[in-house]
T-cell receptor, first 112, second 115 residues
Framework: TQLLEQSPQFLSIQEGENLTVYCNSS?????LQWYRQEPGEGPVLLVT?????EVKKLKRLTFQFGDARKDSSLHITAAQPGDTGLYLC????????????FGTGTSLTVIP | NAGVMQNPRHLVRRRGQEARLRCSPM?????VYWYRQLPEEGLKFMVY????????ESGMPKERFSAEFPKEGPSILRIQQVVRGDSAAYFC?????????????FGQGTRLTVV
């Protein structure tokens, strides 16, 4: 089992603050995806990172893949209430025929 | 291009009945994944299928649960003799065939309530 641990598990911040969510594993992944899930909906893919050390930006969201491709972080600048949701990382394990392993999730609440 | 379609969105079953959850993958996708989610929790892997093949069912209970992805038609997750503990949201995701980076896209889920 390729275990992905996310931290923190819960996060409540004021609008305008910055935050970082972490996704860590002892296993190497071919790629890593970040998803956001809102209540009552399915997860929506935000980004895929593939190369060790890769950084991708999506407006106020910055995603980084660790050099060893075992961990990743998501940084949100100037959080807004619309960022509220469950953030999930998922790693694609090599040599498993495209199997995905999901992290434990970070529940973010941005207070207006 | 329609996304992943799951139906029904909501399903209520009495204890002992059967629940059948359907998932139509995105066009051109031949891989399907089923996940289960309890409130305030992440996604728990259940089963990974390709057309007519079960690739990995390590996350699926050995009794009462089964899944298929036939050559034609949607993937089906079947839960026989449901119990209260089966109440959860069940999500399906699909991805294209092997090659390059694989990205999975999710449906909106089926919320099963066992009464």
């Amino acid at each position: 089992t390729q275990l992905l641990e996310q931290s923190p598990q819960f996060l409540s911040i004021q609008e305008g603050e910055n935050l970082t969510v972490y996704c860590n594993s002892s296993s190497v992944f071919s790629s890593l995806q970040w998803y956001r899930q809102e209540p009552g909906e399915g997860p929506v893919l935000l980004v895929t990172v593939v190369t060790g050390g890769e950084v991708k930006k999506l407006k106020r969201l910055t995603f980084q893949f660790g050099d060893a491709r075992k961990d990743s972080s998501l940084h949100i600048t100037a959080a807004q209430p619309g960022d509220t949701g469950l953030y999930l990382c998922a790693g694609e394990a090599p040599n498993t025929g495209n199997q995905f392993y999901f992290g434990t999730g970070t529940s973010l609440t941005v207070i207006p | 291009n329609a996304g992943v379609m799951q139906n029904p969105r909501h399903l209520v079953r009495r204890r002992g009945q059967e629940a059948r959850l359907r998932c139509s993958p995105m066009k051109g996708h031949s891989h399907v994944y089923w996940y289960r989610q309890l409130p305030e929790e992440g996604l728990k892997f259940m089963v990974y299928l390709q057309k007519e093949n079960i690739i990995d069912e390590s996350g699926m209970p050995k009794e009462r649960f089964s899944a298929e992805f036939p050559k034609e038609g949607p993937s089906i997750l079947r839960i026989q003799q449901v119990v209260r503990g089966d109440s959860a949201a069940y999500f399906c995701a699909s991805s294209p065939a092997v090659g390059g980076v694989t990205e999975a896209f999710f449906g909106q889920g089926t919320r099963l309530t066992v009464v």
